[in-house]
């Protein structure tokens, strides 16, 4: 089992930044990334990188404003977030899977966080 912990969401205006943290526990795992879901909205592919963070993936609607990182020394993935606009407010969630490559797909997913709240303010 993988425990994942989010953190990092706030309060923010636009064209601000903000860097989310997700913290494992338990075992090792593969592929990881972040999804976001506004209220009344499906659940939204944001980043994911593979295991080594060598390899990573974002839509178009962040590309070149999100990064997401590994440090697996601390066991932990973060997004760091740049140029953030009302648009990107909702709830982030980590999300990781067992030995793997990244996907943008839920469903490949085997363990959630509890997501952390991003609030773009115009």
């Known amino acids: 089992q993988v425990q994942l912990v989010d953190s990092g969401g706030g309060l923010v205006q636009a064209g601000g930044s903000l860097r989310l943290s997700c913290a494992a526990s338990?075992?090792?795992?593969?592929?990881s990334a972040w999804f976001r879901q506004a209220p009344g909205k499906e659940r939204e592919f944001v980043a994911t990188?593979?295991?080594?963070?060598?390899?990573?993936y974002y839509p178009d609607s962040v590309k070149g404003r999100f990064t997401i990182s590994r440090d697996n020394t601390k066991n932990t993935v973060y997004l760091q977030m740049n140029s953030l606009k009302p648009e990107d407010t909702a709830v982030y969630v980590c999300?990781?899977?067992?030995?793997?490559?990244?996907?943008?797909?839920?469903?490949?997913?085997?363990?959630w966080g509890q997501g952390t709240q991003v609030t773009v303010s115009s």
């Open positions: 990188m593979n295991w080594s963070g060598s390899i990573t």
């Open positions: 999300a990781a899977r067992r030995p793997g490559s990244g996907s943008d797909r839920t469903g490949d997913y085997d363990y």
């Open positions: 338990g075992r090792t795992f593969g592929g």
